[in-house]
Each structure stands twice: as structure tokens, then as C-alpha cells.
């Protein structure tokens, strides 16, 4: 590549960085967007190999009632679908009967926790598992013996959306309160990819250019990659916070000059990164029930051991039925750190630690499971240019602080991606407003459009 100049320069080709890149061609702005992998999509990533696509980063649409890509999906007619029908829960033991009232006593669980923090802002912080045995003991004399056993380890279900063992997780932000609905991305999320991908020339795009330094100062930036250098008016950074958070050494880390302030490396110590995994299961046919989703809870004397290797039933599982979504016999198992770690790491294993829970899936049909046709499994963990999933909180953590600091950006230097936002963290669409946020911070001060309430 040697020496290029251009008006911008992109650092990854995740759906921020195109977004940001497609609202810039858009206008006339010239582009040059980086990208360190062989393809783009970065954390989205469709599988085209089986019986239907399957998406092995982002599946879902969140909050639907206020999500604009969601909303572009739907008059693009995409093949959305909503499987967030009450799953069935299940333990080692089999299914577990409706009679217990797990979910409503989870709920109040919850509402337990909410109250905490709301009673106070200055209230401490605490593990998602300290806070439900803190309920657990609070309210033991109004619950059966099933209740105390099985709902520590419903609440778990959370670990299956931020990526972290409940030990590790903030219950401060452990809750999630999505606006709407969350809608299978039924068509594949590459479709989306690619749709942006369309609005960006090609000779504008750079795969496998590893972003070594970036040069700042008053009169524009220099981006040192692995085959030259890229001079630009501005910088649009929209790497994963677990890279950004990487020491200059490291594969895919990035040498700042000057450094990066005080302000904004606080910030990222402060914040956590989880590993939500996917495992994907095809059959010769399907054994299951007809529910949408089946979540294993783990047995409750296993649950507070962490082990350096995962054993069946220690850990939930939330497996997705693709049969209601595509008709092909295919389960889709999401898993949490430390599981997902093991099995990105060691994917022929991921079978042998799921087989037991699908054999209950079976059984509650009356039917036996049969061994997987093919398995496909993620690799966010392992590839040193994602390194996990996305955001995630520990106790103790601030996700606003790096927030507010990446928002603000540096001059010239611009921050997007599904960290640097609060409506949408962690999300697709909070990444695509993200990279639609920054390209418009740079046509404003390009004067090519005009300055809103909102900037």
C-alpha cells in the first residue's frame, strides 16, 4: 500500500466503520476504510456452508420498537422472524414443571434488584450471583425448596446475554431493558453487510491491513499500517474495545502518538469485555419439542465451581430451534465465558459438552437424540482481532465513562462502535447509529450539512 492520502481514513470494516463509510461516499467524501481480516462484517459473520444460514456473531434485531436498521430491514422485506415465545426450561433431571413458578419469582428477583440501586446511586456494587442469594435469603420462608434451587440458576439466563459468568457480572447492569420486541435476523445478517458494502467503492476498501500507529496532531492523522501509511484529515476508530484496550505489543494492538489521554485509558480499564460463543448443531432430522427454545439451567451444586474444563450441566445453555425458523433439523446452543473459551479453543469437544443436555431436549418428546450431521462453531474468543463478543460489566465497572470519552473523540480522531454508545450497547444497531453518529460529526464540520440540536 506505501503512502496514500485521503479525506478519512476508517479503521475496521465492522457494520460501524462501513456505516460511517457509506454516509461519507454518500456525500462526495473520499474513504479509505482498514479492515485486518480477509473479509468485512467484523463481529457479524453469516455461515452460508449448512442447511441455512446461520449467523455466528449477531442474530437478533433489538429493540424494535426504536431501532432505525431494524426498521430498514423491514422495507428491504428480510426474512424476520420473533422466536421470544417463553422457553422451555429444563435440568439434568428433565423439564421443569410450569407449576413451579420459576419465571415469576424471577421476575420479583429482579425487581429486587433494581430497587437496590434505585434506593440509592451510591449503593455498592455486586456480583449477579452475590444479589440472588442475597434475595435467595431474604425471602426463603415464602419460596419452595424447588424455588431456592432452581431460580439462582434461571437468573443465569443473563450470562447468555452479556457473555459473562454471573460471578463476574455487574448486578448494577446486569438487567437489560430493550424497547421492543428482538427479531431473528432471519435472512442472515450478511445481507446488511453487504447492502452497505454496495454503497462503498471498492477501491476505497483494504483487507488484511493491520493498524499498527496512529499519528494525531492539529493539521490531520497518520495511520501506520502493515504495508505503509495512510494520511488523512480525520480518523474514524471503530475496533473492538477488548483491541483498543490491547498493549501496543499485542497482536492488532495500536501504538498512539501522542498517547491516548488519561481520561480515555481509565475509562477502558473500567469497562469489561464479554464472549458470548454459538455452537451450531445439524441433524438428520429433528427430535425436539415444538418450543422455540430450550434453556438447561445448570445443577445448582455445581454452579458456584468454576472449572478449567466446563462439564455438562455446570453452566446454562440456551439452544435456539431453527426448525420454526428455516424447517432444516438444526439447534443453535449461545454460551458464556469461560465456556465459550474452552470451546473456541477446542471446537470438537463442543459436542461432547453439549450431548447430555440435548439428549433432555429429546426426551421431553419422547424421542432420542441422534449425533449432529455437522458442527459449526464461533471463534470471537480466539481471533486476536474481535478477542470476545462485545462490552460487558463487571462489579464495579462504569460502562458510561467510556462512553462519554469515546462520543467526545479526539479533534480529528473519532470513536464508533457498539461500545462508544449508550442507546444500543453491545447491539448491531448501536453500532450502525454509532458509525452514522461519527460520519455526520465530520460532514458538519465540513459544512456539507447543517448543524442540528442533536450534534
Known amino acids: 500500500m506505501s503512502e496514500i492520502r485521503t479525506k ?56 424494535t420498537l ?24 429444563l435440568t439434568s433431571s428433565g423439564p421443569v414443571s410450569r407449576n413451579d413458578k420459576l419465571p415469576q419469582v424471577l421476575k420479583e428477583m429482579l425487581r429486587f434488584n433494581e430497587s437496590r440501586f434505585f434506593e440509592s446511586l451510591d449503593a455498592p456494587d455486586r456480583s449477579l450471583q452475590n444479589m440472588a442469594y442475597e434475595y435467595i435469603h431474604q425471602q426463603r420462608d415464602l419460596l419452595t425448596d424447588t424455588q431456592v434451587r432452581l431460580v439462582p ?46 454503497t462503498i467503492p471498492k477501491r476505497s476498501v483494504k483487507l488484511q491491513e493491520i493498524v499498527t500507529g496512529i499519528e494525531r496532531s492539529h493539521a490531520g492523522v497518520r495511520v501506520h499500517t502493515s504495508s505503509g501509511v495512510v494520511q488523512a484529515d480525520y480518523v474514524v476508530v471503530t475496533v473492538p474495545q477488548s483491541v483498543l484496550s490491547l498493549a501496543e505489543t499485542e497482536t492488532g494492538g495500536i501504538k498512539w502518538f501522542p498517547s491516548l489521554p488519561k481520561a480515555i485509558t481509565d475509562a477502558l480499564s473500567q469497562m469489561s469485555f464479554g464472549s458470548l460463543g454459538k455452537v451450531v448443531l445439524e441433524f438428520s432430522e429433528a427430535f425436539w419439542p415444538s418450543e422455540d427454545k430450550f434453556l438447561c439451567l445448570a445443577d445448582p451444586d455445581k454452579a458456584t465451581v468454576q472449572k478449567l474444563i466446563p462439564v455438562p450441566w455446570e453452566w446454562p445453555v440456551n439452544f435456539f430451534n431453527m426448525t420454526l425458523i428455516y424447517g432444516v433439523p438444526t439447534l443453535v446452543a449461545l454460551l458464556q465465558s469461560p465456556v465459550t473459551n474452552y470451546v473456541e479453543q477446542h471446537p470438537t469437544k463442543a459436542w461432547a459438552l453439549l450431548q447430555p443436555m440435548v439428549e433432555q431436549i429429546a426426551q421431553a418428546s419422547g424421542s432420542t437424540a441422534t449425533p449432529p450431521t455437522k458442527v459449526l462453531v464461533s471463534d470471537w474468543s480466539v481471533n486476536p482481532f474481535s478477542r470476545g463478543s462485545y462490552s460487558a460489566a463487571e462489579p464495579g465497572n462504569d460502562p458510561t465513562d467510556i462512553i462519554v470519552q469515546l462520543s467526545e473523540g479526539l479533534n480529528r480522531v473519532r470513536f464508533a462502535g457498539e ?27 465540513e459544512g456539507l450539512v447543517e448543524v442540528s440540536d442533536d450534534d
Not at 460511517?20 to 452460508?48: C, K, M, N, P, Q
Not at 426504536?66 to 426450561?89: A, G, Q, T, V, W
Not at 437489560?176 to 428482538?182: A, K, T
Open 419 to 445: 461500545h462508544t454508545i449508550g442507546e444500543g450497547a453491545g447491539c448491531v444497531h448501536g453500532a450502525w447509529v454509532s458509525g452514522q453518529r461519527e460520519a455526520r460529526h465530520i460532514l458538519v464540520r
Open 8 to 63: 478519512v481514513c476508517i479503521i475496521g470494516g465492522g457494520i460501524a466503520g462501513l456505516k460511517a463509510a457509506s454516509d461519507l461516499t454518500s456525500y462526495g467524501i473520499e474513504v479509505v476504510l482498514l479492515e485486518a481480516r480477509d473479509r468485512l462484517g467484523g463481529r457479524i459473520f453469516t455461515d452460508r456452508s449448512g442447511l441455512a444460514p446461520y449467523d455466528m456473531g449477531a442474530s437478533w434485531f433489538h429493540d
Open 153 to 198: 440458576e434461571l437468573v443465569r439466563d443473563l450470562e447468555l446475554w452479556h457473555g459473562i459468568a454471573w460471578q463476574s457480572m455487574s448486578a448494577k447492569y446486569a438487567i437489560i431493558d430493550h424497547q421492543g420486541r428482538d427479531s431473528y435476523m432471519g435472512s442472515g445478517y450478511d445481507t446488511i453487510i453487504a447492502d452497505l458494502e454496495d
Open 66 to 89: 426504536e431501532n432505525p436498521l431494524f426498521n430498514l430491514s423491514r422495507r428491504k422485506s428480510h426474512y424476520l422472524h420473533y422466536n421470544d415465545d417463553e422457553p422451555m426450561i
